[in-house]
């Protein structure tokens, strides 16, 4: 394995995460300016990058994946791209159970299209270099394992405003499911420290549903996973509550 490589690999999936060289720091215990320099001089210990696996929620043995898989691979749509989504939601679906690896017969049997128009679907994706079309209507998906979508751009947006509502007011199917709202305060470091645990916890449902992929389609459930936690933040009608500071007198510190 090439370590700049797997160096580039782990910069990368701390840039993905949200981690800041302040973040990375002090988890190692160094300066920012350390870390920026580690990462130039490609002089990181094994030690440290392993410090960093654990931080992202991975081992080494998953990083070195990472970094072997092939370097062209799509990491987001264009803004457009994602908007023609979101104008079809029959397209919608089908990219959503591509990303999941979902083979065609399985598409075909559990939603209602028609061969023709699911054809012209995977046709689109190919286009779009989500999938490499293969004989047959096998496929072969070229996303990378950063792949996003945009921030606030159409597909978050269509979430947001035609499905968390309804996902919010769904009950519980069963005893796996769960909802709860909690609001508390904490320290800086405390919600520093939720995050990085959320991101481990995205993690293990990502690597979950890659190690389920294989699975039959009629062995498997359609599951959705919603994190959300705001640091600094109160209900609106909270804030109109709060005290508004006093002005000082002039001439004080």
């Not at 991975?58 to 070195?64: A, I, P, T, V």
């Not at 209507?137 to 597909?155: E, V």
């Amino acid at each position: 394995m090439n370590a700049e490589k797997l160096l580039l690999t782990l910069k990368q999936q701390l840039k993905h995460k949200g981690f800041t060289y302040l973040q990375v720091g002090q988890h190692l215990g160094i300066s920012s300016s350390s870390v920026k320099r580690c990462f130039a001089d490609k002089s990181f210990s094994l030690q440290r990058i392993e410090q960093l696996c654990e931080l992202l929620g991975l081992d080494l043995l998953q990083l070195m994946q990472l970094a072997a898989e092939p370097s062209v691979q799509l990491s987001e749509l264009s803004w457009q791209q994602e908007q023609q989504l979101v104008d079809n939601p029959r397209l919608l679906l089908v990219g959503v159970c591509l990303l999941n690896r979902c083979s065609f017969d399985d598409i075909y049997q559990k939603y209602e299209y028609e061969h023709a128009e699911l054809i012209g679907f995977f046709v689109v994706f190919d286009r779009f270099g989500v999938i490499e079309l293969l004989a047959n209507n096998r496929y072969r998906l070229k996303i990378s394992p950063n792949f996003t979508w945009h921030a606030n751009g159409p597909i978050q947006k269509f979430f947001a405003s035609s499905v968390l509502d309804n996902f919010l007011r769904a009950a519980p199917q069963n005893e796996a499911s769960s909802t709860r709202f909690l609001w508390a305060m904490l320290c800086p470091e405390s919600c520093r420290e939720l995050s990085r645990k959320i991101n481990h916890l995205i993690e293990d449902y990502l690597l979950l549903s890659d190690k389920d992929k294989k699975l039959p389609m009629k062995e498997k459930r359609s599951s959705s996973l919603m994190l959300a936690f705001n640091d600094n933040w109160e209900p609106d009608i909270f804030q109109a509550l709060q005290r508004k500071p006093k002005e000082s007198a002039r001439g004080e510190l």
